[in-house]
């Protein structure tokens, strides 16, 4: 017999679902989370929060991993971080991904190959370049990393620019989300091509740390400190920082090199360097 008050079976059922689905879509709107973190962000219990990813954790929805440290680390042990798996991803995606890569290598085969590939890849990012560009032309240059953040999540990114962290002098543009990943695991030319455009864009070399695609948690631009204000002032780019960690592409295509189309700056190509949060 239920006691006075309590509520019906479905109805705990329902509001354990959504509290559930709030802490997922915490991970994918601010990335890799402590427990504390979500707890804040969403009002609720560590204990709470514990629970509900223990629940997760078990339908592969997220997993635990450590954080990355940038720069040197401190003594102890980096901090345990909840991140969405594939599976968990795979909820906010479209399910049109086979037909995508489908698409991608048919042109890769009949069209060109890699080559193929790239300029497709770029003038898809063409195609969409309106938006972001008038969003960051309207800013002020210190704030033109925080614009394309905001254009970037408008169309379902979920991005975010934040200080880099120490001895880095810049900011980092971090894109929790990507439509396209699944493709891009295949077909790296689409994050190539992101990332020539970001440099274009911002008028300063940029450094893609990391990409959702290699298995990061986030996909993760570098950009100095200084760009946008140079570009504005008239000055020359700030020197590149230095180079991440590679690691071996996920298909045979060959790096592609930056687009001809782009004259006044220099995007790097790589789309490695792991980010495990």
Known sequence: MKNVGEAPQEELATG??????????????????????????????????????????????????????????????????????????????????????????????????????????RARIA???????????????????????????ADGY??????????????????????????AERFPQLCEAETEFFAELLGTHVQRLATIAHGDGVCTTYIPKSSTVSRAAGASPPPKPPESSKTPRTSGAKSEKPSPRIHNATASASTAGRNPA
């Not at 990355?68 to 909820?91: H, N, Q, S």
């Not at 190959?113 to 497709?120: K, P, R, S």
């Not at 979920?158 to 120490?166: D, E, G, I, K, Q």
């Open 158 to 183: 979920a991005a975010t620019a934040r200080s880099a962290p120490h001895p880095q002098q810049g900011e980092q543009l971090c894109q929790h989300h990507c439509p396209v990943a699944h493709a």
């Open 16 to 121: 354990e679902r959504s509290t559930r689905n709030r802490v997922v879509r915490s991970v994918l709107d601010h990335g890799p989370s402590t427990v504390s973190e979500l707890a804040q962000r969403l009002g609720l219990t560590q204990a709470a929060v514990r629970r509900h990813l223990d629940v997760l954790a078990a339908d592969g929805i997220v997993e635990a991993r450590e954080r990355r440290v940038y720069g040197a680390r401190t003594r102890g042990r980096p901090a345990k971080v909840f991140a969405l798996t594939d599976c968990g991803r795979e909820a906010f995606d479209q399910s049109y991904d086979e037909l995508a890569v489908d698409a991608l290598r048919w042109i890769g085969e009949r069209e060109g190959g890699d080559e193929a590939i790239a300029a497709f890849a």
């Open 127 to 153: 195609a969409q370049a309106g938006s972001y560009r008038e969003a960051v032309e309207a800013a002020a240059p210190e704030e033109r990393a925080q614009a394309l953040a905001r254009a970037l999540s």
